[in-house]
């Protein structure tokens, strides 16, 4: 069975630190990976999206950015970070699909709270 | 623009109640639709999914319905629990090409079933 991991779970970093969030999926091949934001009062918003190694698409311009170095890792990274990128941060996979989307269903990670002080 | 509302925003309901949550979404163009729980802290799990061709799913006390004409759609969960208590969010996915069929979300339905 496919499993996703993400960590850490929980991450307290002051104003101007770097970050690196970590994600892996087990168990399936070539999966589409995604990096969402949810911010309180605000629900879910799609940051980073990739469909194979070293493919990044970025859906909003911010201070963050992604990479995937091998097939089932996805890294969610900030050189220096700004009080407004404290809030959950998913990550997501589905299997690759035909044509220009999948239509299958998306399977979250645990979630990776982050709190910029 | 795509946008999807979730009403009502939070819901409490005795133990055994039957209850309807509601989902609305401006464009009908969509290629699914989904709905998920969330637990406080938690990542989302997916419940139901529905194919734009579809008219409804069931699983276990869980229903959901999908007009997409009229841009809504409902999760009917019967004889609630107070495990069931948890903030359900619905997300559609847009049917044309660009980020890979982003999915848009509501911001949630937080449901309290009280024992």
């Known amino acids: 069975s496919q499993t996703i991991h993400q960590w850490p779970a929980t991450l307290v970093q002051p104003v101007g630190s770097p970050l690196s969030l970590e994600c892996t999926v087990e168990?399936?091949?070539?999966?589409?990976l995604y990096w969402y934001r949810q911010a309180a009062g605000r629900g879910l918003q799609l940051l980073f999206y990739?469909?194979?190694?070293?493919?990044i698409s970025s859906e909003v311009p911010q201070n963050l950015s992604a990479s995937r170095p091998q097939d089932r890792q996805f890294i969610l990274s900030s050189k220096k970070l700004l009080l407004s990128d404290s809030g959950f941060y998913l990550c997501?996979?589905?299997?690759?699909?035909?044509?220009?989307?999948?239509?299958?269903?998306?399977?979250f990670g645990e979630g990776s709270w982050l709190t910029v002080v | 623009k795509q946008e999807v509302t979730q009403i009502p925003a939070a819901l409490s309901v005795p133990e055994g109640e039957n209850l309807v949550l509601n989902c609305s979404f401006t464009?009908?163009?969509?290629?699914?639709l989904q709905w998920f729980r969330q637990d406080p802290g938690k990542g989302l799990t997916s419940l139901l999914l529905?194919?734009?061709?579809?008219r409804e799913q069931t699983s276990g006390r869980l229903n959901a319905s999908l007009d997409k004409s009229s841009g809504r759609s409902t999760l009917y969960i019967a004889a609630s629990q107070p495990g069931d208590s948890a903030t359900y969010l619905c997300?559609?996915?847009?049917?044309?090409?660009?980020?890979?069929?982003?999915?848009?979300f509501g911001k949630g339905t937080k449901l309290s079933v009280k024992p």
């Open positions: 529905i194919q734009s061709s579809q």
């Open positions: 990739s469909v194979g190694i070293g493919q």
């Open positions: 464009d009908s163009a969509i290629y699914n």
């Open positions: 997300a559609v996915r847009r049917n044309y090409g660009g980020s890979q069929g982003n999915l848009i």
């Open positions: 997501a996979w589905t299997l690759s699909g035909t044509g220009s989307f999948s239509g299958n269903t998306i399977y």
């Open positions: 168990g399936t091949s070539n999966p589409n």
